[in-house]
């Protein structure tokens, strides 16, 4: 019976991923493949090599990535693992052991005690701030009377299949985790987090731009309003 599907995301990331495939503990799950988007760079090529099947994503975005990976699955449990160095892959047995504690979501933090971020000892740290704003309103909005949400829009998760049909998420590229956030927010979702050690990129390139990411994720908030409960 396949209970847990890790669903690994991939836009040319074949330095990550040579990087952690002996890292990721492949034996915890029950089910595992990539979601990839037209790789030029060996990533497909790699994965077959480890027989890690591929499904092929044919619009860019990590929303569009969820999307496909949801309709892949064939676990209750679906974890998400981005192999671009930021996330640990010791965490994956984590988050299923908090998947089959009963929460819904299950979010990996870099602003709980003991944790790490990224930005963690640069002076300016735009990124954790604009993430921590974000988060606020979040909290100040959809979350209240329930425990804060410290990271809502850390893609290292995972989330039970249906909490994820439930939520109908229709954002596009990189606001789908701050959606499903919210959107667990207000359907009273029980969401849970855990301190995670967020490392530097490992080769490739990072194709979330600050400004266009930051507007899209305004644009996805207001439209939670809107759209009320
Ligand atoms: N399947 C899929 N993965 C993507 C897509 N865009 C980015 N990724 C992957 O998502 C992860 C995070 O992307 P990245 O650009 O590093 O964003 P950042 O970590 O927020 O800077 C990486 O593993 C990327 O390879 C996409 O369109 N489809
Ligand atoms: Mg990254």
Same mark, same amino acid.
């Given at each position: 019976? =396949? #209970?847990?599907?890790l669903i690994i995301l991939t836009r040319n990331e074949v330095s990550g991923m040579k990087a952690m495939l002996s890292r990721i %503990? +492949?034996?915890?799950v029950d089910e595992y +493949? $990539? =979601?990839?988007?037209r790789s030029t760079d060996g990533t497909v090529e790699l994965a077959r090599k480890h027989k890690i099947p591929v499904v092929a994503q044919r619009h860019p975005g990590r929303a569009e990535a969820f999307r496909i990976a949801a309709?892949? @699955?064939r676990g209750n449990y679906l974890i998400f693992f981005s192999p671009d160095g930021n996330e640990d892959p010791s965490d994956i047995p984590k988050i299923i052991r908090l998947l089959k504690k009963g929460n819904d979501l299950v979010i990996a933090s #870099?602003? $709980?005690p003991g944790s790490r971020n990224e930005e963690d000892g640069? !002076? +300016?740290?735009? #990124? @954790?701030w604009a993430n921590m704003g974000f988060t606020l309103l979040a909290n100040l909005l959809f979350n209240r009377g329930r425990p804060y949400v410290t990271d809502s829009i850390n893609g290292y998760r995972g989330i039970t299949k249906s909490a994820f049909g439930k939520l109908g998420l229709d954002a596009q590229g990189f606001a789908v985790e701050f959606q499903m956030t919210i959107r667990a927010m207000k359907a009273e979702l029980a969401i !849970?987090?855990? %301190? !995670?050690?967020?490392g530097p990129r490992i080769g490739g390139q990072s194709t979330s731009y600050a400004v266009p990411t930051g507007l899209k994720f305004v644009y996805y908030f207001l439209r939670e309003i809107f759209i009320g409960v």
């Open positions: 019976m =396949v #209970r847990t599907s %503990p +492949f034996t915890t +493949f $990539l =979601v990839d988007y309709d892949n @699955a #870099r602003f $709980l640069q !002076t +300016f740290k735009w #990124r @954790a !849970t987090e855990f %301190p !995670t050690l967020e």
